[in-house]
């Protein structure tokens, strides 16, 4: 097992996940991008290499399951371990009435949004114990709800029942520490397709959330 520091960022290719990426990798990680958009991960190692750090891109979909057991058994035999899970990935929901769900997209919101967390969290938490002291997954969170947010909503509030039953599990057990994480709002693409129209002047910068989250959650 090695000493350096492996972070796992899921959903890194834009956005906040992007901006965890540059931030943790700044800090000495290095960081194991995944995501589906090859292009905005290659862009990604782009700005992380530029500024000293390394990264190893994964780009793949999270909801294929033997490709996320390859990836979390690469990690493994590469490295060892993973001392932090950063999990940001989302699957927008079309925003609609709560009353007219768009039941054909709603599958694919389910499986990526509770199915491959799910299945991701019992793949990463054998790499998150091998860590000394134990490894940190933290679920990036979104508690605001509104009209026209329903299935979005709904996706998130399972996230967060997952992670909650699991911070309580290893509260008692200690050998993961369980984390969640809420940024403020952001002018990214997600929030965009949620609140279209949007004036972004006063939201925050991905950057500065990524870096207070290292902070709040004393993961630097």
Known sequence: MTDQKIALVTGASRGFGA?????????????????????????????????GGHATLAPMDITQTDAMRTLCRGIFDRWGHVDLWVHTAIQSPPFSPAEQIDLKFWPKAIAANVEAMAVLMGFVAPLLRAAPGG??????????????????????????????????????????????????????????????????????????????????????
């Open 19 to 51: 901006a965890v990426a540059e931030e943790l990798a700044r800090l000495g990680y290095h960081v194991v991008a995944v995501a589906r958009t090859t292009g905005g991960l290659e862009d990604l190692d782009d700005r992380i290499q530029a500024a």
């Open 135 to 220: 490894g940190t997954a933290v679920l990036v969170d979104d508690e605001a709800a509104g009209p026209f947010a329903g299935a979005y909503t709904a996706c998130k509030a399972a996230q967060r029942a997952l992670f909650t039953a699991w911070e309580a599990e290893q509260a008692r057990l200690q050998d993961v520490h369980v984390r969640r994480f809420v940024p403020a709002p952001m002018p990214t693409n997600h929030r965009n397709r949620l609140f279209p129209g949007e004036d972004t002047t006063g939201l925050a910068r991905p950057a500065d959330e990524a870096r207070r989250m290292v902070a709040d959650l004393a993961l630097g």
